[in-house]
């Protein structure tokens, strides 16, 4: 197989004397170098991104410790969209300090 050949002979082997609609130039292809040189980074500079738009849950609780006693209502923050998962996350961190925990609501921010 001969490696010295021109694009136009490649051309005429592969589609034989059809007519070529574009000439072909025969200029050498030169590499592009860039001209902007790597920076190297420091770890001890970071800057802060801000946070996204992170999607959250309000659900209200009514605690507390005594059976049918005094109620108490908080509110606990939780950053998904499920009510469910929101409704056991919120129920969780409030079964740390209260012995009774009822769901009154969970409603989106």
């Known amino acids: 197989m001969n490696e010295e050949w021109t694009e136009e002979e490649m051309r005429q082997a592969l589609f034989g004397n059809a007519e070529i609609s574009a000439p072909v130039s025969s200029a050498p292809v030169e590499e592009i170098q860039p001209d902007v040189a790597a920076v190297p980074t420091t770890n001890g500079a970071k800057k802060k991104v801000p946070k996204a738009f992170t999607p959250r849950l309000l659900v209200t609780l009514r605690v507390s410790n005594e059976f049918e006693g005094r109620m108490l209502e908080i509110v606990h923050e939780a950053d998904t969209l ?3 998962l929101a409704e ?6 409030a079964r740390r300090k209260f012995r009774y925990v009822e769901v009154v609501s969970v409603k989106s921010m």
């Open 88 to 93: 056991h996350e919120a129920t969780k961190a």
């Open 82 to 84: 499920s009510t469910l």
